[in-house]
């Protein structure tokens, strides 16, 4: 395709598009336009606009940069489309958790914290005759910058005695030492002891001390002879008498046995093992600034850089607009001498204005540099790749944005509107997958896919200016932005609940010393600006309360454990929500977070093994009679497990393609490509598929034209019924958007059983989800409520929170302007509300 004729169209010219369910999709769009992708769920919107458009801008890239792309593309796979003219390169901001390092931060990932190194190092201010340090000094990521006790992590873990002996009163030979392995190799320990003069036979306590804390904390590991099935007085005198001993053993300290385990061991079970003995404390040294100490000395505004770091991004621009002020001087005396300074920092500060200012606008003010970006949401973490990007000052670059309205209030949306428009105007297109109703109002062009999700979609059924939709008579999307009144049931009675759940001093982050009340069988919608504090009361403070306060009643197993995962121990080491629950005895006895982390981190985990519903499938497999002759059991139709699986692949199904300068490529396995099975294995057929074929299909397709068994369409069933019918069985947990594992939990949930007594906490449920599958998932909320069981949700889409029974509105800023219940009542109460941002919104929504 020659370069000329590209950047000659004003339009993106797509012909014959078919990847997935598009059904030959030929589509001009506007170029420097701001253009919404609607359709319900599974309709190709992300077919089209991520599968086909930035793919193939993708591919060119390759190609262009890398001489062997040609041979890689053939692998990765070229999007299934006949021609695509005038495309420019393309930008994707999809909507998925980084997955990148634990330790990327807010401050990292948009690039800010280098220049405030930058700035600590020029202008900062030193104690008195320390050296100037350079910008990596004060990098926690750097070998210079590091706390050289803890790495940089801020954190040392512990053995506590408490832990390796849980019970003093038991001798060693009883196991006092419960933190050492058991079977063969503790006995070599405890063999080891015996020879080294202790007495494993008196309770541990009554042990000298020296002998105790030697055996415990020693960091030496002696060699120690080992004479097996003698007692303490044999050994003794063989020992004397210079006797061969059975063999050497090297001899470990308890403690160092369960770091070194916890470090080095390839069993994730002796390490999770291990880990049940560690405690981490903050470490001793940099007191968990993970900075080294010349580092920390050096101030900006008096202000260490750690500090800074911890501020949120609101306050941080406040303290740097100052810094602008014509009579600031550097802290320390400098200025006025070194001109040169002042310069630098009026530079430097200017600089980081600017890269704050379009973060801010975006509603993420309240965040700070050393935010975890895996703590973001994944709406957040968009709006911070966006945000970022705006910076970049890119032009002639499609953006391709998968829902960049996720986890914003309305009144927050302007602002994005705002960026888009920005980066439409530089001279970019802007493409965004979406179902914000009012963000799809603000389009320059709409193209709206269907009419239905996934074999009856995947056709254009509108493209043009939003108003021309107003007669495009096959569009769902058509009824919710035209249609008055909205196409919906009457307004059901509003529940008022048979009890009350109060929290009580309720602190943590920006909420402080708050007193809340929930009612009991009523579904609540909890809503507020971003940053107000939603998250931080519903999915955090919310469950641990209960937990705590309610311990004796809440079965505890029920708790749906369904907390990030990265770090066991950082995790135990967060601060606890400080507050009581109080509720009527006996009314909840199960809490089921349904958040919107992920559901697994690797692709061995997907849709059907996490619902259960693949449990099944394999028996059925294993049922059938050629499975049976050849002695098939369930666990060969695992790609977990040797028997089954591609050996090359081991079951992944991709192949891991390392390319020069490019990011790390997966490519589908070049023997069983990318079916993870192995032959034998994929001869088996039930209903004319083999199990790679079943984990292709997706559930709508499953549902129709699969096995009639009960069970595997009640797990069908639940996934239909919160809108999941376009995604495939196999569909890797990776894959899944924040909004998409929320309901896949949900699913997975629904079909457990109702119960009258179980609360149900949500994140922003509908998020990713087109207004007339939001309906559907409401319905089924209701349905549950009605049951007797509490739903409290996080919830941004008005017309949703319009159909709760009670509403809290939490703000009424976000940060420290938050953090407070600004109103609360039925939807008609809320919307009447004179301080609530929220208030008008849903006065609207009501009509
Ligand atoms: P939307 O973005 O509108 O929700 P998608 O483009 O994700 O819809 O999906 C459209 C159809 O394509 C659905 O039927 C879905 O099951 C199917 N599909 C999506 N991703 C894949 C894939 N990786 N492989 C096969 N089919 C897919
Ligand atoms: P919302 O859900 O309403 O968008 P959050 O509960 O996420 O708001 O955040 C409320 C406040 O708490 C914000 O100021 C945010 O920066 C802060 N916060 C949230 N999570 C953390 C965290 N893990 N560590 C520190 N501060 C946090
Ligand atoms: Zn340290
Ligand atoms: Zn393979």
Not at 3 to 21: I, P, Q, T
Request: net charge negative; hydrophobic share 40%; proline share 6%.
């Amino acid at each position: 395709m020659d370069a000329v004729g590209e950047s000659g169209l004003d339009r993106v010219r797509v012909r014959g598009a078919r990847e997935h369910n598009l059904r030959s999709v030929d589509l001009d769009i506007p170029r420097d336009a701001l253009v919404a992708f609607t359709g319900i769920s599974g309709s190709g919107k992300s077919s089209l606009a991520f599968g086909t458009i930035y793919a193939e801008s993708q591919r060119r890239y390759f190609e262009s940069v890398a001489p062997y792309a040609r041979r890689l593309m053939s692998q990765v796979g070229v999007p299934d489309v006949d021609a695509i003219h005038g495309l420019p390169p393309a930008v994707a901001l999809p909507q998925q958790r980084s997955g990148g390092s634990a330790r990327s931060t807010v401050g990292s990932a948009t690039t800010i914290a280098n220049v405030v190194r930058m700035l600590y190092s020029r202008v900062g201010t030193y104690p008195a005759g320390a050296p100037m340090l350079y910008a990596e000094d004060f990098s926690t990521n750097t070998v210079q910058g590091a706390c050289p006790t803890c790495h940089g992590l801020g954190q040392v873990h512990d053995v506590p005695e408490a832990l390796m002996v849980p019970d003093d009163s038991l001798t060693i030979r009883e196991g006092a030492l419960a933190a050492w392995p058991t079977a063969w190799h503790g006995k070599q320990l405890r063999d080891s002891l015996i020879s080294l003069g202790y007495d494993i036979d008196v309770p541990w306590r009554e042990l000298p001390r020296e002998q105790r804390e030697w055996a415990l904390f020693t960091d030496e590991s002696p060699q120690v002879p080992i004479y097996t099935d003698r007692g303490p007085a044999e050994v003794r005198k063989a020992i004397a008498a210079g006797v061969e001993p059975r063999y050497m053993s090297t001899f470990l300290g308890v403690r160092r046995y369960v770091l070194s385990t916890f470090a080095g061991s390839k069993s994730a079970r002796m390490r999770e093992r291990a880990a049940s003995f560690m405690v981490s404390v903050p470490c001793p040294e940099c007191g968990g600034r993970r900075l080294k100490g010349e580092a920390l000395a050096v101030t900006f505004e008096g202000l260490a850089i750690t500090e800074l770091a911890a501020m949120p991004l609101d306050e941080v621009a406040a303290l740097l607009q100052h810094v602008l002020e014509p009579d600031w001087r550097p802290r320390g005396g400098a200025g006025d001498e070194h001109p040169e300074q002042l310069l630098a920092a009026r530079r430097l500060v200017t600089d980081l204005l600017a890269r704050l200012a379009p973060i801010i606008d975006l509603g993420l003010g309240s965040l700070s540099l050393d935010r975890t970006t895996a703590s973001l949401s994944s709406g957040e973490l968009q709006r911070m790749r966006l945000a970022t990007q705006v910076l970049s000052q890119l032009f002639g670059v499609v953006f391709v944005l998968d829902e960049p309205s996720a986890g914003l209030h309305p009144a927050d949306t302007e602002s994005l509107l705002r960026i888009l428009r920005r980066l439409r105007d530089t001279g970019n297109s802007v493409f965004f997958v979406e179902h914000s109703l009012d963000v799809i109002r603000e389009a320059d062009w709409v193209v709206d896919i269907g009419p239905g999700a996934g074999s009856e979609g995947g056709s254009v059924v509108y493209s043009g200016p939003l108003d021309g939709l107003r007669e495009a008579g096959d569009s769902v999307t058509r009824r919710y932005l035209f249609d008055a009144p909205s196409p919906r049931r009457e307004r059901r009675e509003r529940r008022t609940g048979d009890g009350v759940l109060e929290l009580q001093g309720v602190s943590r982050h920006n909420v402080r010393d708050l007193s809340v009340r929930f009612p009991l069988g009523a579904l609540t919608a909890v809503t507020g600006v971003s940053g107000s504090g939603k998250s931080t009361l519903v999915v955090q403070a919310l469950p641990e309360l209960l937990r705590a306060s309610l311990a004796s009643e809440v079965d505890d197993a029920a708790v749906d454990e369904d907390t990030p995962g990265a770090d066991p121990l950082a995790q135990r080491a967060e601060a606890e929500t400080a507050g009581r629950a109080h509720g009527p005895a006996g009314r909840l006895r199960r809490v089921v977070q349904v958040s919107q982390r992920p559901i697994g981190r690797t692709s061995r985990s997907n849709v059907a093994t996490y619902t259960g519903l693949f449990d099944r499938v394999r028996a059925l497999f294993a049922a059938t009679p050629e499975a049976r002759r050849r002695r098939y059991a369930p666990s060969r139709f695992s790609f977990n497990l040797p028997a089954g699986r591609c050996p090359t692949c081991k079951g992944e199904g991709t192949m891991e393609v390392e390319l020069l300068f490019l990011p790390t490529v997966h490519a589908p396995c070049t023997t069983c490509g990318g079916r993870r099975y192995n032959a034998e294995t994929l001869e088996i057929e039930l209903d004319g598929r083999s199990i790679a074929d079943v984990l292709a299909m997706s559930v709508r397709d499953a549902r129709a034209s699969f096995t009639d068994d009960a069970e595997v369409n009640r797990h069908l069933d639940a996934l239909l019924d919160v809108g999941l019918g376009y995604v495939a069985l196999g569909q890797p947990a990776p894959q899944l958007s924040g909004g998409e594992a929320q309901r896949v939990k949900l699913a997975a949930e629904l079909q457990r059983g109702q119960r009258d007594d179980t609360l149900y906490l949500l994140d922003e449920p509908t998020s990713g989800l087109h207004a007339a599958d939001a309906d559907r998932l409401l319905a089924h909320l209701q349905h549950l409520v009605d049951g007797g069981s509490t739903v409290v949700m996080v919830e941004h889409d008005m017309r949703i929170v319009a159909e709760a029974d009670w509403v809290i509105d939490l703000g009424p800023g976000s940060g420290d302007a938050g953090g407070r219940v600004v109103a609360e009542g039925t939807p008609e109460q809320l919307a009447a509300s004179p301080s609530s941002r929220t208030a008008p919104y849903l006065a609207a929504a009501l009509g």
